[in-house]
Antibody
Framework: EVQLVESGGGLVQPGGSLRLSCAAS????????MDWVRQAPGKGLEWVAR??????????EYAASVEGRFTISRDELKNSLFLQMNSLKTEDTAVYYC????????????WGQGTLVTVSS | DIQLTQSPSFLSASVGDRVTVTCRPS??????LAWYQQKSGKAPKLLVY???TLQSGVPPRFSGSGSGTEFTLTISSLQPEDFATYYC?????????FGGGTKVEIK
């Protein structure tokens, strides 16, 4: 059974850092593109970052709103995805979802339960 | 960036009603469009991909259609478990973008 379990969320002050983790099971992340998507309280969905799979050299892509502050990475041995978030702003407050991309149509076929990040003084 | 305009943003309907949600990209996305359902406090769930292909396990009362710059999600007979928020998403260009959502509530 495919599962994605996020952790690492919490309360952080503006300008601070946080590292989110996503533990995958039931499949190998090396075979898949993986993304982070976030949702601010009461708002819609916003794509944050993408990590391509091993055959595509783990190339990354970021939303303009987080470029230069966030870094997506993965640990194939731990079958885990990460999101390092630096220079956090109040507008980064959101539930962050880890997602798996399905090869071929590239849709987000599995989502984690999400982890809440609150940026506030 | 490709903007996705969903309409309506809110609709009130009864069990058994036929419901249609529209998604209009600001420019063509071929058929690289997906629909997701999100219930309160839960992660989104994939319903339709490639504009019109039903995800495995999704009831056949859901259907998707369209291409280019106009897409629709239709629920042929609304069931109690379908009350949720629905989002479209384009996967044709980065940054990937989502529509603003359509909240379906009980009349």
């Amino acid at each position: 059974e495919v599962q994605l379990v996020e952790s690492g969320g919490g309360l952080v002050q503006p300008g601070g850092s946080l590292r989110l983790s996503c533990a995958a099971s039931g499949f190998s992340i090396s075979d898949h593109y993986m993304d982070w998507v976030r949702q601010a309280p009461g708002k819609g969905l916003e794509w944050v970052a993408r990590s391509r799979n091993k055959p595509n050299n783990y190339a990354t892509e970021y939303a303009a709103s987080v470029e230069g502050r966030f870094t997506i990475s993965r640990d194939e041995l731990k079958n885990s995805l990460f999101l390092q978030m630096n220079s956090l702003k109040t507008e980064d407050t959101a539930v962050y979802y880890c997602t798996r991309r399905r090869a071929g149509d590239w849709t987000f076929d599995f989502w984690g339960q999400g982890t809440l990040v609150t940026v506030s003084s | 960036d490709i903007q996705l305009t969903q309409s309506p943003s809110f609709l009130s309907a009864s069990v058994g009603d036929r419901v249609t949600v529209t998604c209009r990209p600001s420019r063509g996305v071929h058929n690289y469009l997906a629909w997701y359902q999100q219930k309160s406090g839960k992660a989104p769930k994939l319903l339709v991909y490639a504009a019109s292909t039903l995800q495995s396990g999704v009831p056949p009362r859901f259907s998707g259609s369209g291409s280019g710059t106009e897409f629709t999600l239709t629920i042929s007979s609304l069931q109690p478990e379908d009350f949720a928020t629905y989002y479209c998403q384009q996967l044709n260009n980065y940054p990937l973008t989502f529509g603003g959502g359509t909240k379906v509530e009980i009349k």
